[in-house]
């Protein structure tokens, strides 16, 4: 000690030692920050690692040729992170169109009158008539309308089913003859028929007699017939029995003897003043259409007949 200053070289020649262990802590630490970072940088997203790589062409050199330009080398393309293409449209929930539940009924239009429709009348006509129901009243109706204009007729009388009956009064068999009842029914399409006997042809010498009961002024009687062309006549006449015979002095000509040429004729009655309980439609002559012969003979028929009162 000198004046309390070490004298130099007192403490001993310096040592390397506490400077290299400084350095080797100091080297520990960053080592270990170094490791840290990794570790921390190894948790993120890894990116692609860009590789380049370069291509040196070279050729051998040729004599009295220039050397050839060195190309330089397009760098490859990196391969990125895959982007996420969104869609362009929504994702959201889309609303169907609203449809109309309530169907829309069309409006028809109902016409408030009605034409009124004319069926005419066919007169003349030979052939069947179709199958029509006829009651008392639409008779009338067509009688009504088979006079002139402007004239009213009443309505038919209402006959008894047992009404009608064969006058037969020169007895040829009864077999020749139908149903009577049936020109009385209210139906065209049936009625009365009587054969026609070749031999007697054209005579007939028979008859459709109506018993109405009890004595009554008529006016009128309607004949609807499939064989028109018969040469007709109407009698009268009145007691509890029928006349013998169409000539007996009993019997009282109600019309001329007359040829219906139609279907449907209408027949004005004389003496319409007086009352007459039997009434009968006598056929003198047939058409010669319904002659026929002994294997098939002819016949004429009565569809209706119809007596009108007097008014």
Same mark, same amino acid.
């Given at each position: 000690?000198?004046?309390?200053?070490?004298?130099?070289?007192?403490?001993?020649?310096?040592?390397?030692?506490?400077?290299?262990?400084?350095?080797?802590?100091?080297?520990?630490?960053?080592?270990?920050?170094?490791?840290?970072?990794?570790?921390?940088?190894?948790?993120?997203?890894?990116?692609?690692?860009?590789?380049?790589?370069?291509?040196?062409?070279?050729?051998? !050199?040729? /004599?009295?040729? #220039? +050397?050839?330009? %060195?190309? =330089?080398?397009? $760098? &490859? @393309?990196?391969?990125? *992170? !895959?982007? /996420?293409?969104? #869609? +362009?449209?929504? %994702?959201? =929930?889309?609303? $169907? &169109? @609203?449809?109309?539940? *309530?169907?829309? /009924?069309?409006?028809?239009?109902?016409?408030?009158?009605?034409?009124?429709?004319?069926?005419?009348?066919? *007169?003349?006509? /030979?052939?069947?008539?179709?199958?029509?129901?006829?009651?008392?009243?639409?008779?009338?109706?067509?009688?009504?309308?088979?006079?002139?204009?402007?004239?009213?007729?009443?309505?038919?009388?209402?006959?008894?089913?047992?009404?009608?009956?064969?006058?037969?009064?020169?007895?040829?068999?009864?077999?020749?003859?139908?149903?009577?009842?049936?020109?009385?029914?209210?139906?065209?399409?049936?009625?009365?028929?009587?054969?026609?006997?070749?031999?007697?042809?054209?005579?007939?010498?028979?008859?459709?007699?109506?018993?109405?009961?009890?004595?009554?002024?008529?006016?009128?009687?309607?004949?609807?017939?499939?064989?028109?062309?018969?040469?007709?006549?109407?009698?009268?006449?009145?007691?509890?029995?029928?006349?013998?015979?169409?000539?007996?002095?009993?019997?009282?000509?109600?019309?001329?003897?007359?040829?219906?040429?139609?279907?449907?004729?209408?027949?004005?009655?004389?003496?319409?003043?007086?009352?007459?309980?039997?009434?009968?439609?006598?056929?003198?002559?047939?058409?010669?259409?319904?002659?026929?012969?002994?294997?098939?003979?002819?016949?004429?028929?009565?569809?209706?007949?119809?007596?009108?009162?007097?008014?």
């Amino acid at each position: 000690m000198q004046c309390g200053a070490g004298a130099p070289g007192s403490l001993g020649a310096p040592s390397w030692r506490p400077a290299a262990a400084i350095i080797g802590a100091v080297a520990v630490l960053a080592l270990a920050a170094a490791t840290a970072g990794y570790a921390a940088l190894s948790k993120g997203t890894h990116k692609a690692r860009v590789l380049s790589a370069t291509v040196v062409r070279t050729s051998a !050199p040729s /004599t009295g040729s #220039p +050397a050839a330009p %060195l190309t =330089t080398p397009t $760098p &490859p @393309k990196t391969l990125g *992170t !895959p982007t /996420t293409i969104k #869609p +362009a449209l929504g %994702l959201g =929930t889309v609303k $169907p &169109p @609203k449809i109309p539940l *309530t169907a829309i /009924t069309p409006k028809a239009t109902i016409p408030t009158s009605v034409p009124k429709v004319t069926i005419p009348t066919t *007169t003349g006509t /030979t052939g069947s008539s179709p199958a029509t129901t006829n009651t008392s009243t639409s008779t009338s109706t067509t009688a009504a309308g088979s006079g002139s204009a402007g004239e009213s007729q009443p309505e038919a009388i209402l006959l008894d089913t047992d009404a009608a009956a064969t006058y037969n009064p020169n007895a040829h068999p009864t077999s020749d003859f139908g149903d009577p009842s049936l020109a009385i029914d209210g139906d065209t399409s049936t009625g009365w028929t009587a054969l026609v006997e070749p031999t007697l042809a054209p005579t007939l010498d028979a008859g459709l007699v109506i018993d109405l009961k009890s004595p009554r002024k008529l006016a009128a009687v309607e004949l609807v017939t499939d064989t028109p062309g018969m040469t007709v006549e109407v009698y009268g006449a009145n007691g509890s029995t029928l006349p013998a015979s169409i000539t007996a002095p009993a019997w009282v000509k109600l019309s001329s003897r007359t040829v219906e040429k139609n279907r449907h004729e209408h027949i004005k009655l004389r003496d319409s003043t007086k009352a007459f309980r039997f009434v009968t439609l006598w056929i003198s002559a047939v058409p010669a259409t319904s002659v026929g012969t002994a294997q098939a003979p002819g016949h004429v028929s009565v569809n209706e007949l119809e007596l009108f009162p007097a008014s």
